[in-house]
């Protein structure tokens, strides 16, 4: 639940009230959420957190690594639900958001400098639960976002 803070990125658990900020972390290529306060410390968040942007949240397309030749795709909503996709799959991210329209997007593609504030925290079992079940996404191209 913590992809990105694995190896050599200190980190702790989301709270909730948690004022949060996406952050490419140092020496790494990955990014994530840290406090606004602690911006070298990775916040972990478990699956089914409710998490809420200050404003509509912006992601890299998956080809921005060739030189920005696309503009970065913006989601509707401001509102989103932490958990893990391809679990199956190794030396992949698994961390993401899903939104309430559908769409999927990798934590690690969410642009820097985005604020967010943690709502809820899920029950234990749920979590559980969540983490478990495979994330679902709509077969529209546009619903996934790597």
Not at 62 to 75: A, E
Not at 84 to 103: K, S, T, Y
Not at 124 to 132: G, M
Request: net charge negative; aromatic share 8%.
């Amino acid at each position: 639940m913590c992809d990105y803070s694995l190896h050599a990125v200190a980190s702790r658990p989301a709270k909730v009230g948690d004022k949060l900020m996406t952050t490419k972390f140092a020496n790494t290529l990955t990014r994530g959420f840290s406090a606004i306060n602690e911006p070298c410390v990775a916040v972990c968040v478990v699956p089914g957190t409710e998490i809420a942007f200050d404003e509509n949240v912006a992601c890299e397309h998956f080809l921005d690594f060739l030189g920005n030749w696309r503009p970065s795709k913006r989601l509707l909503g401001t509102v989103a639900r932490f958990r893990q996709i391809n679990q199956g799959c190794q030396n992949v991210h698994h961390d993401a958001l899903e939104f309430p329209n559908g769409q999927i997007a990798l934590l690690t593609r969410l642009l820097e400098g985005q604020h967010a504030t943690v709502l809820q925290l899920p029950a234990f079992p749920d979590a559980l639960k969540e983490a478990a079940e495979p994330a679902h996404a709509s077969t529209a191209e546009d619903s996934f976002i790597t």
